[in-house]
């Protein structure tokens, strides 16, 4: 669903109106009245107090439906690619367990920091980072965004990062931090065209992003899996840039930005005659459309975070990536979405 909101046009206004409006706004002025426009004015996203009942919120409508299995109590606290994520992974535990999770463990999430861009037009948006109960020690960054003001929170983004690679963040004399226009082209990469160069790098290489788990190591296992002993494995990415989808980019204390990206992916498995597909899980099961017979799509939704360093960055960002002019995706969560078998 796109949040894209543009004015409405006035193709018609009579002479009355347009004097009645003009009165109006002599009148506002007069009195000492402001309106102000949050679609114009450069404001912070949200109080710290809110972002704090907005991640409370997340918190215990996740929990209500992980326990039971029910996409339908935390549908209104997700977005983008985190809700096609999680509704996935509920539908697949509802279907395999009808009375519930019965591994059910609570999220919890402690010390959590609180990162409010100031910004014009909407959606506004803000970062938190806090530690969990789960995922080890990892630091989970969380996007919480909004298209109005009378539409909640939610979270749109979902990442765990290595403790001490979440960067520092520019932050003004307030504490208010800074939202980079996505089309900048002071960064390395564009944030507009990350998940673009991020699915291109996926299948032809190429030296714009840094060596790690969710590139080079990534891109050494799919070739690996591609043709294994009976079995070949084809791969297509796509980005994902509008609407709850679009990238979202915070500036670092050291000129660079810190963006959040979604992208699309396919994987098809087809087996060689006299072979067959190796048995899926159950969740996976519960996704699939169709009888597997001697080939399954799967298809799946992903979220990364990378920082993008400053264009002609000699040398590592302050987050000690030591990667120098090159993207590093510090971390992706993926999930399968659905499959299909033939």
């Not at 697949?92 to 999220?107: E, K, Q, T, Y």
């Not at 109005?148 to 290595?162: C, I, K, M």
């Not at 714009?208 to 043709?227: D, I, L, P, V």
Request: proline share 6%; glycine share 10%.
């Amino acid at each position: 669903m796109s949040r894209e909101r543009g004015p409405r046009r006035l193709r018609r206004l009579d002479r009355s109106a347009l004097i009645a409006a003009s009165l109006t706004a002599l009148s506002l002025t007069a009195s000492g009245c402001v309106v102000v426009h949050g679609e114009r004015e450069v404001l912070p996203a949200t109080t710290k107090a809110e972002a704090a009942k907005a991640l409370q919120q997340f918190t215990s409508a996740y929990n209500a439906a992980d326990k039971a299995y029910d996409s339908s109590l935390d549908a209104d606290h997700v977005t983008g690619a985190l809700s096609a994520i999680d509704a996935a992974r509920l539908k697949a535990g509802a279907a395999n367990h009808p009375d519930g999770n019965p591994a059910h463990s609570p999220l919890t999430l402690s010390d959590a920091k609180y990162t409010i861009p100031k910004k014009a037009g909407w959606p506004r948006w803000f970062v938190v980072d806090a530690a969990g109960n789960k995922g080890g020690s990892a630091r989970w960054l969380l996007v919480f965004t909004r298209g109005g003001l009378d539409e909640p929170w939610q979270a749109a983004y979902l990442t765990l990062v290595a403790p001490g690679k979440v960067p520092e963040f520019k932050k003004d004399a307030d504490g208010w931090a800074e939202a980079v226009d996505t089309n900048s082209a002071g960064l390395a990469v564009s944030p507009a065209d990350l998940g673009k160069d991020y699915t291109t790098y996926l299948k032809s290489g190429g030296s714009a992003f840094a060596a790690g788990a969710h590139t080079s190591q990534w891109r050494a296992q799919r070739e690996k899996n591609a043709k294994r002993p009976g079995l070949a494995s084809q791969y297509i990415d796509e980005p994902l840039t509008s609407g709850d989808y679009a990238p979202l980019a915070l500036r670092t204390a050291d000129g660079g930005a810190l963006v959040f990206f979604s992208t699309h992916h396919y994987e098809k498995q087809t087996a060689y005659p006299g072979a067959s597909i190796p048995p899926p899980t159950d969740d996976v099961l519960a996704l699939t459309k169709g009888e597997i017979k001697q080939s399954l799509t799967m298809e799946f939704i992903s979220n990364e975070v990378a920082l993008d360093p400053a264009k002609g960055t000699e040398t590592g960002s302050g987050s000690g990536s030591g990667s120098g002019d090159k993207v590093t995706v510090l971390g992706r969560i993926q999930g399968l979405t659905s499959a299909q078998g033939s």
